[in-house]
């Protein structure tokens, strides 16, 4: 009998111990591999170079004071690399470390962080927004006369969250920006992309959606809200401050502030820990400076979006823009997407939300995107008849940030890649460094 138990306990053991290890296994596979068989994966040492040179190309002529660049393959981190100098000037030389202003690749955290609310049962994607915040507008602006007086008529569809996530809820769109022109309002380009540089500068980044000297979002999202609606919300795609109403929803849904709520459930579980609308003063100098390249020549941009960032007023956090960070960062917010709401073993999102956001289209056939362009929640969706370049799959999903720094999750090829200039002006290269990174993969090398 003393044997059989022996037995049976030194068998259990070994399961024991077979089932750790491959747990352990399967775990490693939701985080970050660092410096894998490179081999296994059909890569060699040449291929990574054609990139090297590829990125360093763009240094030497020019186009760029310096770039970074990351791709993860199942996981595997094949590509970890910056050149240039972050800071002409002074011969500064880039890092992998350095912070980029995201601007809106700050829109795809705020939307993550609304969907966890819903999967807390407290509100629904398709909820009437004006059920939690009954100042939203439910008319639509129809004329717009001499002397800034409009007309409207009721909304066909009220306002909901699904509206505000693919940026299709009419706010702030249409004849509402003549509203606001007449009003005295500047409406144009952003400072810095033609338009002016603020004398004032407020803490925080800022996109100026309603009251520009808001103390917290809250404010300006209630200024935006006494303007009618562009549209009927879901008939057309208008950009950018949708997301705004989405962050301050975030606040209002959960008791929290945008910031403490987006690092919370977000950021401190998936060890981002240098991405944040603000920062202490030293910090500002692991920023990119900014660049432009006008005429075959870099010449340098305002600073202003990075020393919005130091502040010792820190309640105003947009949703739409507003966060900065290392490359690194923001790569483990896309593998998490990639690993379908995981990664280093926390779950941000179920797996079916993760496919809600990112198969579903929300937009009507023809939109203001142009032709084949779809939007799901919070990221544009890639397909045959749109696409960066031919070898992303149909299934992947991505976005970017104004400034220049862009990502891409090809989940049918199980694929993370991101680019990070920081440029008001540039040319347009990363295409160019996309299908690069794809011809790593491809059977056609």
């Known amino acids: 009998m003393k044997t059989h138990i022996v037995f049976l306990t030194a068998v259990s053991l070994l399961l024991f111990n077979i089932l750790s290890v491959d747990a352990q296994r399967i775990t490693a596979t939701k985080g970050f591999t660092y410096d894998p068989d490179l081999a296994a994966l059909c890569i060699n040492e040449e291929q990574i170079e054609k990139i090297d040179s590829l990125l360093n190309s763009f240094v030497a002529q ?8 990351f ?4 996981g595997n981190v094949v590509y970890k690399k910056a050149f240039g100098l972050k800071d002409i ?11 980029y202003v995201l601007f809106s690749q700050t829109k795809a955290i705020t939307t993550v962080a609304f969907m966890t609310l819903v999967e807390k049962g407290l509100v629904a994607v398709d909820d009437p927004v004006a059920d939690y915040f009954p100042e939203i507008s439910d008319q639509v602006v129809t004329k717009v006369n001499e002397d800034g007086t409009y007309e409207t008529r009721p909304v066909t569809t009220p306002v909901t969250f699904a509206h505000l996530m693919s940026h299709s809820s009419g706010l702030s769109a249409g004849l509402v920006r003549e509203i606001r022109r007449k009003e005295g309002e500047k409406t144009g380009a952003p400072a810095g992309f033609g338009g002016d540089i603020p004398t004032n500068k407020p803490a925080g980044q800022r996109s100026f959606g309603g009251k520009a000297d808001a103390q917290f979002l809250k404010d300006e999202m209630i200024a935006l809200s006494r303007y009618p609606l562009g549209f009927d919300p879901g008939s057309e795609w208008n950009y950018h401050i949708s997301t705004n109403m989405l962050a301050y929803m975030v606040e209002l849904i959960s008791g929290q ?15 981002m820990d240098n991405t944040d609308w603000y920062y202490p003063q030293e910090a500002l100098s692991r920023f990119v400076r900014p660049y432009s390249y006008v005429d075959g020549k870099l010449t340098e941009g305002s600073t202003m979006y990075a020393d919005a960032t130091i502040s010792d007023s820190q309640s105003y956090c947009e949703g739409a823009i507003g966060l900065n960070g290392p490359i690194e960062d923001y790569a483990k917010f896309c593998q998490m997407l990639l690993n379908k709401g995981e990664f280093n ?9 993760v496919e809600l956001m990112t198969k579903v289209n929300r937009l009507p056939e023809l939109n203001s995107g142009g032709k084949g362009f779809r939007f799901g929640l919070g990221f544009e969706l890639y397909n ?13 999903y991505a976005w970017g940030g104004m400034l220049g720094t862009e990502y891409i999750v090809d989940p049918e090829n199980e694929l993370v890649v991101l680019f990070y200039i920081n440029m008001f002006k540039r040319e347009s290269l990363y295409p160019v460094f996309l299908e690069s990174v794809y011809k790593l993969f491809s059977s056609e090398k």
Do not use: F, M, W
């Not at 020019?62 to 660049?69: F, G, H, I, L, Q």
């Not at 791709?71 to 199942?74: E, F, P």
């Not at 000037?89 to 912070?99: E, L, M």
């Open 62 to 69: 020019r186009k760029v004071n310096c770039v970074s660049a």
């Open 71 to 74: 791709v993860a393959k199942k």
């Open 89 to 99: 000037a002074n011969q500064i030389p880039a890092s992998v470390d350095d912070y």
């Open 257 to 271: 502030s945008l910031r403490d709520y987006v690092k919370e459930t977000i950021l401190v579980p998936l060890g």
């Open 345 to 353: 073993g926390h779950q941000i999102l179920k797996p079916e939300t």
């Open 384 to 396: 045959e008849h749109k696409k960066p370049v031919p070898s992303v799959s149909n299934s992947a």
